[in-house]
């Protein structure tokens, strides 16, 4: 299965929204279904779907915890056979209570991308490639834009 984030949404009527984006993909003939991460609507689908299929920003994504090397891990898995990109940062939004502040998981995470990179640079005001993760409590969202 693979894992799509639809960003940038309001609260409002949320499920209403995904209910009519998961209708729109099954008369396009994919099988999706669908979760709610605070703002966002996380699809599921063995197909591949694109911003064509839906007229939105959408981005590929993992769910996660919120353990470092649960995420280290999903970071590492959405990123595996991505093109290298010229430089990168990583996003971090928390919502609750952490054993680590927004920029040590940042900066721990990253180094999935060194990892697989080992020349990247980063560049945290406008980067090629956005890590970002959501975390809300102990659940995560992962998704990269680019």
């Known amino acids: 299965m693979q894992g799509f ?3 940038n949404l309001t609260n409002k009527n949320l499920k209403q929204k995904a209910n009519k984006i ?4 099954v008369k396009k003939g994919l099988k999706v279904k669908y979760k709610i991460f605070g703002k966002y609507i996380y699809l599921e689908s063995k197909n591949e779907i694109t911003q064509k299929n839906l007229n939105k920003n959408i981005y590929h994504a993992k769910m996660s915890t919120d353990k470092k090397d649960e ?7 959405l990123i595996d056979g991505t093109k290298e990109p010229a430089d990168f940062a990583v996003r971090v939004n928390r ?23 080992p020349n990247i640079k980063v560049n945290l005001d406008k980067p090629s490639l956005e890590i970002n993760i959501q975390i809300i409590n102990n659940r995560s969202i ?4 680019n």
């Open 5 to 7: 984030a639809i960003s």
């Open 22 to 25: 998961v209708l729109d993909l």
């Open 71 to 77: 995420i280290f891990t999903s970071i590492s898995g």
């Open 95 to 117: 919502k609750g209570e952490h054993k680590y502040t927004s920029t040590e998981l940042a900066k721990e995470v990253a180094g999935a991308a060194f990892e697989e990179w």
């Open 142 to 145: 992962i998704y990269l834009r």
